[in-house]
């Protein structure tokens, strides 16, 4: 059975940044993609970048293009989100997503994920 695990978060002060991580384990860890998605309170869970997992192809919404960066280390079955020019309304529990070719045909839809994270807080300061 697969899980996923995150680490980084915690308390920035706006500007400031955090690098996540989420470690996949389980003999069939082999997904096709990756993603990080974040859930603020009252709001939905939103996309913010995925990556394709043999390839290292990358995708980014609008909202964090330019300021966050996904990467991969296939060694370590882990990914990364380094998160930079961190802003109050970044301010939501984030988390890792493992899906398979049909979460990367639906341009990564939360709908199609395989295997979720626990997730892990990041708080923004003004």
């Known amino acids: 059975q697969v899980q996923l695990v995150e680490s980084g978060g915690g308390l920035v002060q706006a500007g400031g940044s955090l690098r996540l991580s989420c470690t996949g384990s389980?003999?069939?860890?082999?997904?096709?993609?990756m993603g990080w998605f974040r859930q603020a309170p009252g709001k939905e869970r939103e996309l913010l970048s995925a990556?394709?997992?043999?390839?290292?192809?990358?995708y980014y919404t609008d909202s964090v293009k330019g300021r966050f960066t996904i990467s991969r280390d296939n060694i370590k079955n882990t990914v990364y989100l380094q998160m930079n020019s961190l802003k109050p309304g970044d301010t939501a529990v984030y988390y890792c997503?493992?899906?398979?070719?049909?979460?990367?045909?639906?341009?990564?839809?939360?709908?199609?994920?395989?295997?979720w994270g626990k997730g892990t807080l990041v708080t923004v300061s003004t």
């Open positions: 389980g003999r069939t860890f082999s997904p096709i993609a």
């Open positions: 990556i394709t997992w043999r390839e290292g192809n990358t």
């Open positions: 997503a493992a899906g398979g070719f049909r979460f990367h045909m639906s341009t990564y839809s939360p709908t199609t994920v395989d295997v």
